[in-house]
């Protein structure tokens, strides 16, 4: 989105120009055609200080989001998307909650066609999302309101310059008005991580040196489950496989399923926002979110070597440029809840919705 912000006035300016009556972007942008779909599979409509978009703050950047790539779709993008791009556009814009600094409301106010009918995304199928060279998936329930339900998963092959954090592995959950999984931030500090560690990481132990990608990754679909496995690890743990499973039971609950081998994997972490609170038991966790939905996290008695504990640890770490927090609600906040299940190369988890 952030690129969009240069890219897309500069795309427009060459439409309009002379030189270029007939303008496509597959001709100008090729590998953009499909950044609308994977965008708006993994954004929710949950309110934020500077809008109504929460996405998953995949490598290190953030979980809040807003409207402006939607403004751009509509002016740049092919016409059978533009349905589904004006419906996502009024899904995320709330004029009551428009933080406008860098003026994105302008290019809504000239771009928006009255004359065609938005569309649900979900009729175009962009409820599944898959990029295999980059190494990503984003699996969503439905397309309707804040409690959609976005389960990401990141494996990357290659990292995006600029945005390279340690996050080989690693998940997201969005859901029920709520954002339950979280990463690290803007940083390359590893505690903020949701992943497994060999040791249970220190505040600003940073990512270990050699390889930082995924050295596999694939996925696939059986019933109405989806599956994606990968492998690499940027926090030092060896041969560490992660296979996740992705069940929406039905339109208001899922079932993750992850599933850890490693060599030396000794700690599985999740982060969570600060404000999700933490309830521990014997063979997992309790999270429950500020409007009283709950998902539950459990693993095998017989694989957990030790109590499971969480602490505190601050999202972005000590960075401290555009570091704002976790924007949720009417706030921005500071740290996560690192949840901490001590393990033995192994470990078998499973995270339910339910409550609410």
Sequence with gaps: VYNWSFVGPAL????NSNNNPVFELENYAPHAVRTLWGWSAASVSIPHPGGRTTQP????DDPQGNYLLTAFGLRLYPEDQLPAIKWM????LDVNRISDDRGFLFYSVCWYPENIQAENPEQKGWTTFVDST????VWRNRFRDENDVVVAFNAPLKRVSGHKGPDNLTFRIIGKGNFWVTG???TGEIA???????????VREKEPDGPQESYSFKTWKKDDRFFASASGSSLGVK???RKIEVEFQNENTAVIKINDSSENGKVWRLNTPEFNAVEIFDNGFLLTAPNGSQIKVTAPSEQIKGKISFTKVRYGGGTSQHNRGIGFGERYWEFNNA???PCDGNLDVKIEFYGG
């Design 239 to 241: 041969n560490h496989n």
């Design 12 to 15: 427009a300016a060459l439409q």
């Design 184 to 186: 690290a931030g803007r």
């Design 134 to 137: 980059y190494g990503v998936s």
């Design 89 to 92: 556009h009024d899904y995320l």
């Design 192 to 202: 903020g991580q949701t992943n497994l560690f060999p040791a249970t990481p220190s």
């Design 339 to 341: 949840v901490d299940i």
């Design 57 to 60: 703050d995949l490598s290190d």
